[in-house]
């Protein structure tokens, strides 16, 4: 079975600083995907960035960007120059390569403070 | 693109009866997902269509659940004899396959069930 953990409950950055959010996973899968969502509050859940674990170049999205340790299982989201529109829940997923099933973590609530 | 939409939005039931939710996903999108979020938690996965095909099922979803894609198009899911337990977000998701290019998933706005 397919786990994804993030062990931080909550965090806080100051605006325009850099703020790294952690995952970590565990899967007996060779070829899979990982993804962050981002959930502003009342609103819909949006995909950040996703990573497919047989490229080795860790993806990137304008200020979002990954750290993709695959044997280490981990998989954590960086965040530069945040802004306030960033506080949001962020859920860490996985899915393996068919999309047939995702497997989301508890989230991390990231408060950008003005 | 008019975006995934979910009706109601909100649901309050009492303990014992039946609900339906309805998804309307993006129209190209043959792919149909249904989530159950609990407060504090992250999406769980319920099941999963292609098309009208439901080709993947949790544990979660109980015989009390049933989900249908009747023609590959809008989804619905039954909660029969709610529960207190049953009380949470249900989100849709849509995406295209795999092999058509970006397969984001595309989520509704969710239905809340509050089941007293």
């Known amino acids: 079975a397919q786990t994804v953990t993030q062990s931080q409950p909550e965090m806080s950055v100051q605006e325009a600083e850099t703020v790294t959010l952690s995952c970590t996973y565990d899967?007996?899968?060779?070829?899979?995907?990982l993804f962050w969502y981002k959930q502003p509050p009342s609103r819909q859940m949006i995909l950040v960035i996703r990573q497919e674990a047989y490229k080795q170049q860790n993806a990137t999205e304008n200020r979002f960007s990954v750290n993709f340790q695959k044997a280490a299982k981990s998989f954590s989201l960086k965040i530069s120059d945040s802004q306030l529109g960033d506080t949001a829940m962020y859920f860490c997923?996985?899915?393996?390569?068919?999309?047939?099933?995702?497997?989301f973590g508890s989230g991390t609530k990231l408060n950008v403070k003005p | 693109d008019t975006g995934v939409s979910q009706d109601p939005r909100h649901k309050i039931t009492k303990r014992g009866q039946n609900v339906t939710f309805r998804c309307d996903p993006i129209s190209e999108h043959n792919r149909l997902y249904w989530y159950r979020q609990t407060l504090g938690q992250g999406p769980e996965f319920l099941t999963y269509f292609q098309n009208e095909a439901q080709l993947e099922k949790s544990r979660l979803l109980s015989d009390r659940f049933s989900a249908e894609r009747p023609k590959g198009s809008f989804s619905t899911l039954e909660i029969q004899r709610t529960e207190q337990g049953d009380s949470a977000m249900y989100l849709c998701?849509?995406?295209?396959?795999?092999?058509?290019?970006?397969?984001?998933?595309?989520f509704g706005p969710g239905t809340r069930l509050t089941v007293t």
């Open positions: 998701a849509s995406s295209r396959d795999p092999g058509q290019g970006r397969n984001e998933q595309y």
């Open positions: 899967t007996s899968e060779n070829n899979y995907y």
């Open positions: 997923a996985f899915s393996a390569y068919n999309f047939n099933k995702f497997y």
